[in-house]
């Protein structure tokens, strides 16, 4: 009945909405475009009949020209093409737009997973001492990376904003212009953004959208919780960045851009408390306090604009504490509540707002630690020497080394990188740069390599306050994870450095890579297991263990529901900190506005506190369900191991989908795969460009491929009713299921119909829609569903109305390709033409990439 209600609430005030503001488009004054809007519906019919017929892009495509069109050239036709490109990006827009600012009405502060609930639960439950025991120590972060899977410019996402608002006053007149203004405004990035360019987007949200959602959340759980003996500690709710400072295959990331952009952490969230203080001197106009609160003001001021001028977290709480002692002695205390909001604020984010993090792959560092090797020791034969001595030697030698002695860039670079954190923890505080985390993390050498770096550059021991964060992405990382762990709690260098840090060791699990490398279901089993080896062998060491999760927004790369699967994880599994990435689209559509960005930290917040405190056998495995999971993940990284191994593999994505173009584009200032130019291999290839390659041929292997094979093998054997008890009393086999079903719901295999002709490529096309019906066939048998997502009317509803905006745009996309291959003397501009549609296909699925 809930859902029933919910479903029409989204049809008055998403499907309605989107009709009758969609309608304002074939009125709109677009160059050459006034026709695009009658032209459209036509398309999409072509192509959902079309595909029903099994026919290809080319053939649908040349029908709508034939049809409804009386251009005779190609240049004419490639044009319209490019103009109804331009025309359903601008749909894509207003549909995100009208569903954001329904997102209130669609979701209830009754939710299961909002503080009330959680609040209620507790209540109920007899649990609110264990909540409030729980929330001493727990948080939750959320780590802002640059990876480019989000295509609007900034000129475009602010347009979104104002947008989403008219659409929540129902402001016809407003929308009808800021339409006309997205007509106008380019969609394209000219220019390939900069690190800097990057960071300075996402501040844009930290700015206009974190400071007061997160300072809203916080003043919410100490109302809900807070006790006369009961307080909340303001790390409650973080946030990390890595833009400027994620060097893993950016070459443009150099430690004068790291610096800049910390620079502007600090400048940013000054400028934030400058302006609320300036609202809040509105209320507090009392004498003594107005002086004390106006000389602040002129602090922060000469903060944000004089170099040299600083100011500490410490300098701006002394002067609210002294504001206060004047209110409360002599104003009976008089908007406290406006004071106190303040220093919260001031608490949560410091001087840093977000903790900027180091990011480099573990192979580079290799190259740098034997060329500081080779300074120090003037060693003849380098190769002679063990990983493990280099950096043993390099850390006892107390040699200190300079950049400027160096000649290749990289390391010269990196060391100076190294020195500058001093700077930067001195301008924006220890939590402002924290942590180096080493991607492609195997060994021990890998860490330590961090620690010998910062010595040879100077650090003493005691000065080294930075945590040094293992990044385990591949089977055999996750594989090594527990032994390598082990070894460095074991090593008494490491042992004392981590002493220093308060014996908390950071690790990082990469579900982008592990999905691309070992299949979905099998490297969400293994990452399971990982966290449950590492957690049993840092309690016996004595280590508090926080595990950070590196997550993308699709299924496929470790996102899908997300509160769902951190509250399915066991007692088996610590439970200090939830943290993981977010990046691009899941910045937009899951944490773009304040309402969306409260709930959704909220959801965060109570699975954390739900897996503590709560009873809920679903969420403990036992041995049975164990080896069931293990079986079903081995049979399926079988299967997809074959596929990997398939001499098409990387020739299908390269020749048969967008995977060539990801890189042309100009939507992130990272190049699309690592090492040089040359024959693509598939350890090279990026999780994103991977993963979005699929999502673009609608066909999202790495979310289901193998599962089905899995399902189909215990079924064989008799043992399917084992799989659905599984199902039903585990509530991380189902997360998993349900988040493979949202991959397959976004998959349309008609639109590739042709390919399975082709002579190269239709033996291989053939293995993946086999496997894919298998999978959809058997988890619809398993879960009891008629259709994928049936129990998510307002997620499926969604989905189904993107896929139709955008099935047009897929038509001309996979029209190209075709084109592509044929070698014409125009190839430029179907090529430009696959680039230009691969914006509005990513944005308007939101999560697939």
Known sequence: MMNDKKSEVFRQLVENKFQIYNSLFMSLPYDKMTNIGMLLPFLYEESKEGYDKALSPETIINSFFKNHTDLQSEEQKIELLFKIVQYIERQVVLFDSIEDAAFQKLHSQADSGTIPNLYERAVQDHRLQEVRKKLKDFSVKIVFTAHPTQFYPNAVQRIIHDLRDA???????????????????????????????????????LRYVYYKSIGDLYKNLKETFETEHFHLHPDIIKLGFWPGG????????????????????????????????????????????????????????????????????????????????????????????????????????????????????????????????????????????????????????NQIIKPENFSEEIV????????????????????????????????????????????????????????????????????????????????????????????????????????????????NWEIYRAKENLTKVAKEFGVKVVFFDGRGGPPARGGGKTHDFYASQGKTIANNQIELTIQGQTITSVFGNKDQAKYNFEQLLSAGIENDVFENSKKELSKRERDLINELSTISFEKYSQLKSHPMFVPYLQEMSTLEYYGKTNIGSRPSKRGADGELKFED?????????????????????????????????????????????????????????????????????????????????????????????????????????????????????????????????????????????????????????????????????
């Open 412 to 523: 010269k670079d990196s060391l100076q990188n190294i020195l500058n954190i001093t700077k930067i923890q001195e301008q924006n505080g220890e939590r402002g740069l924290h942590r180096y985390i080493i991607s492609n993390s195997d060994e021990v050498k890998d860490v330590m390599n961090v620690y010998a770096m910062m010595k040879a550059c100077g650090y003493q021991d005691t000065d080294i306050k930075m945590d040094i964060v293992p990044l385990f992405e591949t089977m055999d990382g996750l594989d090594n994870s527990e032994s390598v762990m082990r070894e460095l709690y074991e090593n008494p260098i490491y042992a004392e450095h981590l002493q220093r840090r308060k014996n908390e060791q950071y690790i990082m699990l990469g579900f982008s890579d592990g999905t691309k490398d070992g299949g979905y279901l099998k490297a």
């Open 246 to 397: 994620d060097r893993d295959g950016n070459p443009f990331v150099t430690s004068d851009v790291t610096l800049e952009v910390a620079n502007e952490l600090r400048s940013s969230i000054l400028k934030c408390y400058y302006g609320h203080l300036k609202s809040l001197r509105r209320r507090l106009s009392f004498r003594g306090v107005s002086d004390v609160l106006e000389s602040l003001s002129h602090q922060l001021y000469q903060a944000i604009f004089q170099k040299d001028f600083k100011i500490s977290e410490t300098d701006i709480i002394s002067k609210i504490n002294d504001a206060e002692h004047i209110l409360v002695t002599q104003h009976q205390a008089l908007f406290h509540d406006l004071l106190d909001d303040y220093r919260d604020r001031v608490k949560i984010f410091g001087t840093h707002f977000a903790t900027l993090d180091i990011r480099q792959d573990s192979r580079v560092h290799q190259k740098i630690v034997d060329v500081i090797y080779q300074n120090i020791f003037k060693t003849e034969d380098i190769s002679k020497v063990s990983n493990n001595d280099k950096f043993n030697q390099i850390i006892s030698s």
């Open 685 to 849: 290839l990026r999780a994103i460009p991977f993963v979005g390659s699929w999502s673009q041929l609608k066909q999202n292997v790495p979310g289901f491929f193998g599962f089905g094979t899995a399902l189909k093998q215990l079924k064989e054997e008799g043992r399917f009713d084992d799989v659905k008890l599984l199902y039903q009393h585990s509530d991380f086999f189902k997360t998993l299921v349900l988040n493979s079903m949202m991959s397959m719901n976004k998959t349309y295999f008609p639109l590739t119909y042709y390919m399975r002709e082709n002579p190269k490529f239709g033996v291989f096309w053939n293995i993946l829609f086999d496997e894919f019906n298998l999978s959809k066939d058997l988890m619809l048998e398993l879960t009891g569903f008629k259709v994928l997502m049936q129990e998510e009317p307002l997620n499926r509803k969604s989905v189904l109305i993107r896929e139709k905006i955008v099935l047009p745009l897929l038509s001309i996309q996979q029209y190209a390709l075709m084109q592509i291959q044929k070698n014409p003397d125009n190839k430029a501009l179907y090529e430009k033409l696959v680039m230009r549609s691969l914006f509005g296909n990513i944005n308007a699925s939101r999560n697939s990439a």
């Open 167 to 205: 659409i929540q006053n129902d402001s016809v007149t407003q929308i009808d212009v800021l339409l006309q203004q997205l007509g106008k405004t380019p969609f394209v990035n000219k220019e390939r953004p900069t690190p800097l360019d990057e960071a300075m987007s996402i501040i844009y949200y």
